[in-house]
């Protein structure tokens, strides 16, 4: 099926407004830090609409929509979405996210993508609010349309977001990815980055150059799926490449993972050996990959790694600076590094290497930490820094977001939890997650917000199997319908 008329078919699920709003807005092309197409395409579907339309300082799109005749005296709700996505693909597909939309199939009971991400996180949220925005016969209170960027890499719309503009006590955040779930609270994060330089040397005449490739990893979200220990492609290399040195080969260069929110699914390393020894490393190579492949294999089915034959450079990493890489690499911790003592099966801190990349004497190694608890994020922060300064390189934090402490008084919890309940005869799951929201970003900026966050079921976020559930996109929306119908009565101010 032409990929036009797939659309036409998805934009025909029920519910037919969000799945509608959702093909049109995966038309736009919107990666992390290059999403104002995205912004303008919202922005203009709100005037287009005749509604309060505007860019608050920090850059983000605020709409404004009047409550329903009756419902003019409720809590006015801020209803919250991201416009950017997290452009993964698989390897060898020609996509490119700054100038092309999503190309989108039916896969059973979900929606996915052709081989890249399909952004559904966050564009079913962002798809749901533009549908409640154009709606002319669903009963809501006083609705405020809150549209950030940048969400993925940085968080930066939420940190821009302009003091003293929202008028709403209510947030709802849409940007969850199990329609069981009502999360309360979630993790802070900081990107800890280190740099470094090594000295080149020339490669021996009586050598071969071989590519080692890593590749077919599950991946997945860095933060909702570090819990099960799916394989890092940099961590599995960098094993690799410790077998290497041990048997007297060197490293020319590595480049290996990406975004730091996503789970590396592929490296690659340039490796020179011996031509004397080379059959025999590899043999040795080859069973360590055999190993490692099937200690993977439940939770990476797909892992291939390969060995195939490469140009010889001219030059590679001295020994001793490549050791020091390998080690700083096999230092630095990967994966859940704290559970939380105060909530059974939930992750507190934990750390993501998202990327490796040496290569013409330069060295970089991207993390990502995140933790519910800022003491342990310093602490796991500090454990880093240790081991990448031991190797003697520079070490810098950035993007530093806190996290969302939960609200046991929260009256929108109560309301949203009791509904539940009533609609689907059991209790939804009230969660801290340890993925990072806006909410708390906000909520320091807005102290007497009342936030939840929620959505439809998304699995393989922040990686190419990406995938929305179509049953799970019109449960949502009919639970988020019903919350707005039933938002309290604004409460009057006390008099002074």
Sequence with gaps: ??????????????????????????????????????????????????????????????????????????????????????????????????????????DGDWVTAEGTTLGADNGIGVAAILALLESKDIPHPPLEALFTYDEETGMTGAKKLEEGVLRGKIMLNLDTENDDELDIGCAGGIDVTARGTYQETEVPQDSEAWQITVKGLTGGHSGMDIHLYRGNANKIMNSLLHKVLEEGGHIARVEGGGLRNAIPRESEAVIILPASEARRILEELRA??????????????????????????????????????????????????????????QVETSNNVASVRAAGGEIEIGNLTRSSSESAKQDLVNALKSVFELAGYRVTTSGDYPGWEPDPDSRILDLMKNLY????????????????????????????????SFGPTIWGAHSPDERVHIGSVKKFWDYLLETLKRVPERQEAPAE
């Design 288 to 345: 360590l990959a055999a190993d490692i492949a099937r200690e993977q294999a439940v939770r990476d089915p797909g892992l291939q790694i390969e060995f195939s034959p490469a140009s010889r450079p001219a030059r590679m990493m001295a020994p001793a600076d490549a050791r020091k890489l390998v080690q700083a690499v096999y230092g630095a911790h990967n994966g859940v590094y704290r559970m939380n003592p105060a909530i059974e099966g």
């Design 1 to 106: 099926m032409e990929p036009r008329d797939m659309h036409a078919r998805i934009a025909r699920l029920d519910p037919e407004p969000v799945w509608r709003n959702f093909v049109a807005f995966n038309a736009v092309p919107r990666p992390s830090k290059k999403e104002e197409k995205a912004l303008a395409y919202v922005e203009e579907f709100g005037k287009r609409l005749g509604l309060e339309t505007f860019r608050d300082k920090g850059g983000n799109v605020i709409i404004r929509k009047p409550a329903t005749p009756g419902m003019e005296n409720r809590e006015t709700v801020i209803l919250q979405a991201h416009v950017d996505m997290v452009p993964q693909k698989e390897k060898g597909v020609d996509h490119d996210f700054e100038k092309e939309g999503i190309k989108m199939k039916i």
């Design 421 to 452: 309940v009533e609609l689907y005869r059991r209790e939804p799951r009230v969660e801290a997650c340890h993925a990072g929201l806006e909410c708390g970003i906000v909520k320091n900026k807005y102290p007497d917000l009342d936030v939840i």
